[in-house]
């Protein structure tokens, strides 16, 4: 919306791009962000086809499109050709990124054309560079720009490992100095790419991009190994993080539209270019840039097959080399990129066809960005249809990964004070993953295991109720306190009915908390706590006694009784912790406690964030798994309240 109206109220409206300072404030913090969330498994697993579109597929871009452009339009240099090749390049993430979110791009392709734009850019742009140096000094030396070009490459690596290292390393010994402000920690987050670009290009005069890639990686791998990272400075760092994000790629964007068409003014108004003929060569050329991609692509994947196909690599398909072809969008680096071309040459004179390179890189991009836009959702709609369906064994794995981070999250945020309610979650949890155990290993029969399961879950809970109703009608209990454990029985039986699929962990688990909510309230009206509190249990315990004994006589088919034994079991589990819970209430400890269950939602819901951004789970089941945070998260807070 900003840049329409830019467009409409101020005509010829244009920025001044200095390349350094827009890797500096925007390539930097972007790939450092997709270095510390880059799934390092799929990095490892695609790494030759990552760094051979990022290398060699570069080269031979820069080579076969410089060569191809000086025979099209022979009034430009072979030397500015190389130039615009090169800059043409590197691919844009954010472009195919906002394409995925609407449709389905298969993982691999996704993969690879995140992988290789961590890489493309310094690649792309150490090719430039040296290309507009051979055009306005004269002199151009291969065997220098080789030498170079793997300098800048290998020097930048190593500095962003090692500053990666010493970075995360001072952070984790400024924790142990006590120094635990999250607002510092996560402006030191913010700031470490801007540093680590800063000192690579001034040090060493090295590849800052690829240091910053380098040590967003190595901080991710650290990150979870070493830092004791708190769920409040990893939750106020990621949504600051996200914030930034936001506004850079909407700015960069913002930047590339209004400069497009000031690029292009010149050619146009020229009265020696024909319009028509300047559009088509940014159609033909478009078309030789991608079909080199598609090539190369084709060749490479038959490569992997023939060489390797007892490690059972796929089979080389038109359609998966088509689908990487129009992924490789241009944008924001390479507008940056030309229009950081000077107007002079060294003895003075206008750098050749300057104008004319600008509208071709420009059409290029808006090419590149329209044929995605077209293509991508017609080779992509079987992939489209199939994640119309929610795949359970994706999301019954989400949720695995989700409660481990949940577990480990309570281990960091342990202390002398808070020590035994956070076992105690830990144990919750642990149970929680426990139960899921079943779902992952027999996802096929996933669905007609939960029917039954629930069914039985049911029949336990009628057979409580029978049992608290029983008390009532022979005046064993009030009406208040009959109604309170109505109230218990049916969230759970909202829970199993409105299949939101908690776990066993979690569906007893509130069998514990809700008749602590019922003690709270009879805490502040009843002299006798003790008595009260036992009362309670009691009533627990023997309707769950009861629950047992009906299900133990209980006659079903072969294949259910072990699903039987399984609901049996939970129950015996809840029944222990019953009795085994003997301490006297303590409100500080509860109050710990339910803060801590609140920060780990936090953590869960950073874990879905995060799953989102690497393409692990789809827009879809994050969806399911937020209703299944929130479920949880309004039970609690319902709760604590109370």
């Known amino acids: 919306m900003l840049g329409i109206f830019l467009a409409f109220i101020f005509r010829d409206i244009s920025f001044e791009l200095e390349t350094e300072w827009f890797l500096l404030l925007f390539v930097a913090p972007l790939l450092y962000n997709d270095g510390r969330h880059f799934p390092r498994q799929e990095l490892w697993n695609m790494r030759e086809s990552i760094l051979g579109n990022a290398i060699i597929l570069v080269l031979l871009t820069t080579l076969g499109g410089g060569y191809f452009i000086h025979w099209l339009i022979p009034e430009i240099p072979l030397a500015a050709a190389f130039a615009l090749a090169a800059i043409l390049s590197p691919t844009d993430p954010v472009a195919v990124n906002g394409i995925a979110k609407r449709i389905k791009i298969p993982d691999n392709v996704l993969t690879l054309v995140r992988g290789e734009s961590l890489i493309n850019d310094a690649s792309g742009l150490v090719a430039f560079n040296y290309a507009v140096a051979a055009v306005v000094t004269g002199y151009f030396s291969l065997k220098q720009a080789l030498f170079d070009f793997t ?60 240091a910053v890639v380098i040590a967003g990686i190595v901080h991710s791998i650290l990150s979870e190994r070493t830092e004791t990272l708190v769920a409040e400075e990893r939750v106020l760092t990621e949504n600051i993080w996200s914030i930034i994000l936001f506004v850079l790629n909407g700015i960069v964007f913002l930047l590339l539209g209004l400069n497009i068409p000031a690029s292009m003014a010149e050619t146009v108004d020229n009265p020696n270019i024909n319009n028509l003929l300047a559009v088509t060569y940014v159609i033909v050329f478009g078309i030789v840039i991608l079909g080199i991609r598609f090539i190369w692509s084709y060749i490479f994947n038959f490569y992997k097959y023939w060489i390797r196909k007892k ?115 830990i144990d919750e949890y642990k149970l929680r993953f426990s139960n899921l155990l079943p779902a992952i290993q027999q996802q096929s029969e996933r669905k007609d295991y939960i029917e039954k399961l629930t069914n039985l879950r049911l029949f336990g809970i009628k057979e409580e109720r029978k049992y608290i109703q029983a008390l009532l009608q022979n005046k064993q209990i009030s009406q208040n306190v009959y109604e309170t454990f109505e109230n218990i029985l049916d969230n759970r039986e909202e829970v199993l009915s409105d299949n939101v699929r908690t776990g066993t962990s979690y569906l007893f688990g509130r069998v514990l908390r809700e008749w602590k909510r019922l003690i709270r309230q009879y805490r502040r ?101 937020r209703r299944y945070i929130n479920y949880i998260e309004g039970v609690t807070l319902y709760e604590y309240s109370e």
């Open 151 to 210: 300098y800048m490459f290998i020097a930048g690596a190593a500095l962003g490992l090692v500053l990666g290292l010493f970075i995360t390393w001072g952070r984790y010994m400024l924790r142990k100095k006590g120094i635990t402000d999250v607002t510092f920690h996560a402006l030191f987050s913010i700031l470490t790419p801007f540093i680590i670009y800063i000192i690579t290009e001034e040090l060493l005069h090295a590849s800052g991009v690829i």
């Open 311 to 425: 490690n059972g690599a796929a089979k080389p398909s038109v359609k998966t080399s088509l689908l990487v072809s129009f992924t490789g969008v241009r944008g924001a680096v390479t507008m940056a990129g030309i229009l950081s071309i000077p107007y002079l040459t060294a003895d003075g004179s206008s750098f050749p066809e300057r104008s004319l390179i600008l509208f071709l890189a420009a059409g290029v991009i808006l090419f590149t960005l329209l044929v995605a836009t077209v293509f991508l959702p017609l080779f992509s709609r079987n992939e489209t249809l199939k994640e119309e369906h929610l795949d359970q064994a994706k999301l019954t794995q989400a949720k695995g990964k989700i409660l481990l981070a949940a577990i480990q999250a309570i281990r960091q945020e342990m202390n002398e004070e808070n020590e035994s309610i956070a076992y105690e979650l």
């Open 525 to 625: 009206k009843s002299e006798d706590k003790q008595s009260t509190l036992q009362m309670a249990k009691d009533i627990q315990i023997k309707a769950i006694q009861q629950a047992i004994e009906k299900l133990t006589v209980l006659e079903v088919p072969e294949d259910e009784k072990k699903i039987v034994e399984k609901v049996i079991s939970d129950y015996n589990r809840t029944m222990w912790r019953l009795k085994k819970d003997v301490a006297p209430y303590d409100e500080k400890l509860e109050d710990l406690k339910e803060i801590l269950r609140i920060r780990v939602i936090d953590v869960e819901r950073y874990e879905i964030q995060k799953m989102v951004e690497t393409g692990e789970i789809s827009s879809e089941q994050a969806k399911e798994l």
